[in-house]
């Protein structure tokens, strides 16, 4: 274990086959357990998963916090702290640079399931014809809108790490967002197949013409103007 230098960050190592993690992840990851874990239990849905965390995010940066209780600029919370230091802006354009291999735009059929490579995947529904953001991972792929997932999947490569071998274990989440209307069957009644593979495609071959062809005439040149 790394000791904690005054000034400093230290990295401890956690296994030979996780890499490193800095000590501000676990004071983070600490403090989010103390302040937060009793109100996230209690979040049912998505929606209270986003609330809870908007709410903790507030109260961390906004809360006196003990480091900075001797302060004598009468700064005593981070925000008051680091509420100075601005981000880099980055133009969409430059977001899509940056996540083109990782992030991926879809509209959804009247079904609500759209087209991913060799793939058919269940988006919502109740969003039919919208367009949907796809997020794909070493491990996952999940489908949102308006920062909101909509579905998840588990996705498996093939030995190159580029291409996708298998794409299952459809996890569909509740939004606000399900249709109105009614289900004829209930999932559980029938087979309801969120993901399935497609054949592969295949290149469109010319029709062969066979002989010459000649357009004939409209009409005759002695036909009248």
Known sequence: MSMVIPGKMKRTRVGLDRGFLSLIQFHIINIQRRMGDYHFKKAKTWEDMRVEHDRWVADYNFQVHWTHRHREDNRHSPAEVLGWVQGKVWRPEQLDHVFYSTRFV?????????????????????????????????????????????????????????????????????????????????????????????????????????????????????FPL
């Open 106 to 222: 879809r509209r959804l059929n009247q079904h609500g399931y759209f087209r991913f490579r060799h793939w058919k995947l269940y988006g919502e529904r109740g969003l039919a014809k919208r367009k949907a953001t796809i997020w794909l991972s070493k491990e996952h792929l999940t489908v949102e809108y308006g920062d909101e997932p909509l579905s998840q999947y588990a996705v498996q490569y093939q030995p190159d790490e580029k291409h996708v071998r298998t794409i299952g274990e459809p996890l569909h989440f509740e939004t606000r967002y399900h249709s109105p209307q009614l289900d004829l069957w209930q999932p559980s009644e029938v087979e309801w197949h969120l993901v399935r593979r497609l054949p592969d495609y295949t290149s469109r071959q010319r029709k062969k013409v066979v002989g010459e062809v000649t357009q004939p005439l409209l009409f005759s040149e002695t």
